[in-house]
């Protein structure tokens, strides 16, 4: 009788259907592998959850066949142990090993070269980032505005090479295990208030060159008072951005020679008590008032790069404010309905306990409002009155997140000094060096003002814009 325990190999992997679906799940995890590897070795990974495919699923499918494997094994000397003479018939073993990984090979290159390559590939798109993981969709809606709506998220949260790569990975799973336990924070944390944040050397200056002149920059912002007119107002700034030897806002912070650190005293980096400004020939050290050198030597320092003050460029939010004069300027909200801006901004600040009961009481809230009123304007333009009220929705749900803690206040943008302190965290005219020489708050280092909330500025008509408002204005 021949020995169970001495029985060919090919006999052992062919005796049983466990030890060939081990056999089938470790040669599937394989092939998948080879075929997911080469999307985590190039240079830049594009997205950091291929990992938790390469590194998560696939070698969890992998250990399992092996796991598999012996105990089929162990089932199949059984099986000849308890048999009477069981046959050792190796050619019907090798025929059936044959069919066996003949009909494996094919499944693993249609699945290895199709559905891997497929779920890869739908991994690295912003969709997968936001609309896959809820505790995003405040990141990922506001992605969807420009500028970078086009940019993938992993161009800008994924640094380049192996150690990069690695960090993404381990980010990845960090995240899975948060979502997983329902353990995440809320608000989710920017990458710049845990410290997790990627130098815009490796992600913004891939696309944007730090030497790059710009010229100056014509930039308009128009308001609208919160009167019953909703009257409208023009800001019209021209912006010194110069960049390089030219000076400017971007040659003052990062021309050539210039390095510029800084003491954050908060995790938001929003209060800045120390700054240090080297030019290459000389250096000089500003201290906010009421600071002294060792309270600031206890905080910690960071070097300045451009996501310092464009923090928000590939997730801005919005102010109340902002957002109805945007709306108000393009039409969305009609300039007409009396005291729109007023009540808008009241409905917008209201508490609301859930995204469905913002959605019940802001556009009612606008409709109760011109029926007790302004029953007239009700009475004749109920319609516009629902148009607005849905754009105010919309603006609520672009910029608060109830469920993820996310309000009107949760992520400060940087970059200006209108709705958060931003350039003025260091140029508040309040740091200043040992010899009492402060950051400068000249409103002309930046920008020169050619019109302030002005109704009709003299500086549009010279521009041939005058004529263009006053028909927006109207609508």
């Known amino acids: 009788m021949p020995d169970p325990q001495k029985q060919p190999v090919i006999v052992l992997l062919t005796s049983h259907w466990v030890t060939m679906a081990g056999v089938a799940l470790v040669t599937l995890a394989g092939f998948s592998w080879l075929f997911a590897l080469p999307a985590n070795i ?22 399992v066949g092996l796991i598999l494997i012996p105990i089929g094994i162990t089932l199949g000397r059984r099986r000849a142990a308890e048999a009477l003479n069981p046959p050792v018939d190796r050619k019907a073993a090798w025929r059936r090993a044959g069919m066996f990984f003949t009909i494996m090979t094919m499944a693993n290159l249609v699945i290895g070269s199709q559905l891997t390559y497929r779920a890869v590939e739908h991994m690295e798109t912003t969709q997968f980032c936001g609309q896959s993981c809820h505790v995003m969709k405040p990141e990922f809606t506001a992605h969807l505005l420009p500028p970078h709506q086009q940019v993938a998220c992993a161009s800008c949260h994924v640094g380049p090479g192996a150690t990069g790569w ?12 948060g979502v997983v336990l329902n353990n995440y924070p809320r608000p989710i944390e920017s990458a710049m208030e845990s410290n997790r944040l990627v130098a815009s050397a490796d992600t913004c200056e891939q696309c944007h060159a730090r030497g790059k002149v ?44 210039v390095h510029i650190r800084y003491a954050a005293s908060d995790k938001k980096r929003q209060t800045i008590p120390w700054v240090e400004y080297s030019n290459g020939s000389a250096t000089q050290t500003y ?18 790069q451009c996501v310092d003050c464009h923090n928000r460029v590939g997730h801005a939010f919005e102010s109340p404010e902002h ?18 801006k007023k009540t808008g901004i009241e409905l917008l600040k209201a508490s609301y306990s859930s995204d469905d009961d913002a959605a019940q009481r802001i556009p009612s809230g606008l409709t109760a409002f011109y029926q007790q009123k302004y029953s007239d304007i009700w009475a004749k ?26 309000t009107w206040t949760t992520y400060p943008n940087n970059l200006g000094h209108m709705d958060d302190p931003g350039c003025f965290r260091c140029h508040d005219g309040g740091h200043s060096t040992a010899g009492k020489k402060t950051l400068t708050q000249d409103c002309s280092t930046c920008h020169q003002m050619l019109a302030v909330d002005e109704t009709d500025p003299a500086i549009l008509k010279t521009l041939g814009l005058g004529d263009t408002l006053s028909s927006a204005a109207k609508q």
């Open 42 to 63: 190039r240079g830049n990974v594009s997205n950091p959850y291929i990992g938790l495919l390469t590194f998560i699923a696939i070698p969890i499918v992998f250990f």
């Open 166 to 177: 690695l960090a993404s990975k381990m980010a990845g799973t960090r995240q899975l295990i």
């Open 214 to 257: 710009i010229g100056p920059r014509l930039r308009m912002h128009s308001s609208f008072k919160d009167d019953e007119a909703n009257t409208r107002s023009e800001t019209v700034l021209m912006m010194m951005v110069g960049g390089g030897n030219a000076g400017g806002i971007h040659g003052a912070h990062m021309g050539p020679g």
């Open 287 to 304: 201290l906010a008032d009421g600071t002294t050198p060792d309270a600031a030597r206890a905080l910690p320092t960071f070097e300045m």
């Open 323 to 340: 957002a109805i004069d945007r709306a108000l300027a393009s039409s969305q909200i009609p300039v007409t309905l009396p005291f729109v």
């Open 381 to 406: 333009r109920a319609n516009d009155v629902q148009l607005a009220g849905q754009a105010l929705l919309a603006i609520y749900r672009d910029n608060v997140f109830p469920d993820l803690k996310v």
